[in-house]
T-cell receptor
Framework: DSGVTQTPKHLITATGQRVTLRCSPRSGDLSVYWYQQSLDQGLQFLIQYYNGEERAKGNILERFSAQQFPDLHSELNLSSLELGDSALYFC????????????FGPGTRLTVT | DAKTTQPPSMDCAEGRAANLPCNHSTISGNEYVYWYRQIHSQGPQYIIHGLKNNETNEMASLIITEDRKSSTLILPHATLRDTAVYYCIVRVLNTGNQFYFGTGTSLTVIP
């Protein structure tokens, strides 16, 4: 158990819909990262927040957005969903940016039908 | 960040040492080598990291060649629970944000 929690564990929704994935980092960790893992793309970095502020962006689509709240939990919002958005979405946390270890949550499996 | 090359798959007999190679010929002087693993759709898990000296912890050993162009992760006594995808990543320590995970090596430990 990494100490990072993600909800929900599974999510099934239809194309065109919007969903919100939630992540609670390890106690004391200020940095939160979101990754997407699909069968054909592997594990891809989406976005990072540090203490409430966006720190880095990766291959995140404009239909996707995220935020980190004052209590340090983070939400990833996915809108206008397409079949290709079906994937595992992982959240990871670390004490600070660049720390050698990122602690990954169990992931949210999103299925778009 | 430098690119890494790993074999797509490997097998190892249970109880034997698993040696997973990684090439990073374009690594720069301040880039560390990190190893993570992912067990069947779980979140990736940190294993070990190092700069140029060999490193050992309770999970594994990391051997980095003198020219730093390649490294080997050693699991000394592989168990069935070590079956996973192993990712070798190079990154500057304490800078940069995300890890870039490549395709990794799928290790299967055989009973």
């Amino acid at each position: 158990d990494s100490g990072v929690t993600q909800t929900p564990k599974h999510l099934i929704t239809a194309t065109g819909q919007r969903v919100t994935l939630r992540c609670s980092p390890r106690s004391g960790d200020l940095s939160v990262y979101w990754y997407q893992q699909s069968l054909d793309q592997g594990l891809q970095f989406l976005i990072q927040y540090y203490n409430g502020e966006e720190r880095a962006k990766g291959n995140i689509l404009e239909r996707f957005s995220a935020q980190q709240f004052p209590d340090l939990h983070s939400e990833l919002n996915l809108s206008s969903l397409e079949l290709g958005d079906s994937a595992l979405y992982f959240c990871a946390s670390s004490p600070w940016t660049g720390h050698y270890e990122q602690y990954f949550g169990p992931g949210t499996r999103l299925t778009v039908t | 960040d430098a690119k890494t090359t790993q074999p797509p798959s490997m097998d190892c007999a249970e109880g034997r040492a698993a040696n997973l190679p990684c090439n990073h010929s374009t690594i720069s002087g301040n880039e560390y080598v990190y190893w993570y693993r992912q067990i069947h759709s779980q979140g990736p898990q940190y294993i070990i990291h190092g700069l140029k000296n060999n490193e050992t912890n309770e999970m594994a050993s990391l051997i980095i060649t003198e020219d730093r162009k390649s490294s080997t992760l050693i699991l000394p006594h592989a168990t069935l629970r070590d079956t996973a995808v192993y990712y070798c990543i190079v990154r500057v320590l304490n800078t940069g944000n995300q890890f870039y995970f490549g395709t990794g090596t799928s290790l299967t430990v055989i009973p």
